[in-house]
C-alpha cells in the first residue's frame, strides 16, 4: 500500500517562509507524479493550489510556489499571511492519474 | 461559472446501499475526467476514484478501499457523475466530494474545481 508522507504541523510567523513536503513510500518524487497541493479551512471544501509538481491556478495568490526538493514535492509560503493558517494536503498521482493518494496534510499554524 | 454540486447523501445502515450524484455547470462535462474524494470527520482526504470521458472509454479506477464495492459511472447528457455504493461499512461515513481533473494545454494535470460535498452517515 503506498503511503504519502506530509509533516503533520508547523508554525511560521506573519510574513515568514515556511516549506511543506510530500512524499512518498515508493521512492522519489518526481514530476511524473504530478504533484498537485490543496488548502482546506475548517467546515469548507478543499481549493486547489498547484498543479503538476508548480504550476498555479488562476486563483492561486502568488505567495505560494510549488517545487521538487530532496526527493520530494514542496509548497513553499512566502510572505504568510494570517489567512494562510489552515490544513494543507498534498496529492500524488500514480499510474499516469489512474490512482491518487493524498498526504495526510500539515496543519499550518500562523503565530 | 464552473459549479459542481453533489447531492444523495444521507444516513444508511451496514451494507446497505447509495448512490451519489454530481451536478456539473459551467463548462465542458463530456470532455473531463471526474473523480471522487471523501474525508471522515476530524480526518484527511482519501482519494476514492475516477472516471474518465467518453474519448478516453469512460475507464475508471478506484482506491483499494472502494474497489468492488463502490461504482463511478456518468451521464454525459445530463453533466452528472454518479458514485453507486454498495454494501457499505461504518468506515464510509464521509463528507464525499466530486472534482474535476482539469488538463492544461502543455497536458498537465490536476483537481481544480469541487463540489461542496454531501455527508454519508453509515450506522445501525
Known amino acids: 500500500q503506498t503511503v504519502v508522507t506530509q509533516e503533520p504541523s508547523l508554525t511560521v510567523s506573519p510574513g515568514g517562509t515556511v516549506t511543506l513536503t510530500c512524499a512518498s513510500s515508493?521512492?522519489?518524487?518526481?514530476?511524473?507524479?504530478?504533484p498537485n497541493w490543496f488548502q482546506q479551512k475548517p467546515g469548507q471544501a478543499p481549493r486547489a493550489l498547484i498543479y503538476?509538481?508548480?504550476n498555479k491556478h488562476s486563483w492561486t495568490p502568488a505567495r505560494f510556489s510549488g517545487s521538487l526538493l530532496g526527493g520530494k514535492a514542496a509548497l513553499t509560503l512566502s510572505g504568510v499571511q494570517p489567512e494562510d493558517e489552515a490544513e494543507y494536503y498534498c496529492?500524488?498521482?500514480?499510474?499516469?492519474?489512474?490512482?491518487?493518494?493524498f498526504g495526510g496534510g500539515t496543519k499550518l499554524t500562523v503565530l | 461559472e464552473v459549479q459542481l454540486v453533489e447531492s444523495g447523501g444521507g444516513l444508511v445502515q451496514p451494507g446497505e446501499s447509495l448512490k451519489l450524484s454530481c451536478a456539473a455547470s459551467?463548462?465542458?462535462?463530456?470532455?473531463?475526467?471526474m473523480h471522487w474524494v471523501r474525508q471522515a470527520s476530524g480526518k484527511g482526504l482519501e482519494w476514492v476514484g475516477r472516471?474518465?470521458?467518453?474519448?478516453?472509454?469512460?475507464?475508471?479506477t478506484y482506491a483499494a478501499s472502494v474497489t468492488g464495492r463502490f461504482t463511478i459511472s456518468r451521464d454525459d447528457s445530463k453533466n452528472t457523475a454518479y458514485l453507486q455504493m454498495n454494501s457499505l461499512k461504518t468506515e464510509d461515513t464521509a463528507v464525499y466530494y466530486c472534482?474535476?481533473?482539469?488538463?492544461?494545454?502543455?497536458?498537465?494535470?490536476?483537481?481544480?474545481?469541487w463540489g461542496q460535498g454531501t455527508t454519508v452517515t453509515v450506522s445501525s
Open positions: 459551467g463548462f465542458t462535462f463530456s470532455g473531463s475526467a
Open positions: 472516471i474518465r470521458s467518453k474519448a478516453k472509454s469512460y475507464a475508471t
Open positions: 496529492l500524488l498521482y500514480y499510474g499516469g492519474a489512474q490512482l491518487g493518494v
Open positions: 515508493t521512492g522519489a518524487v518526481t514530476s511524473g507524479y504530478s
Open positions: 503538476s509538481t508548480s
Open positions: 472534482t474535476r481533473l482539469f488538463v492544461s494545454n502543455t497536458g498537465d494535470y490536476g483537481m481544480d474545481v
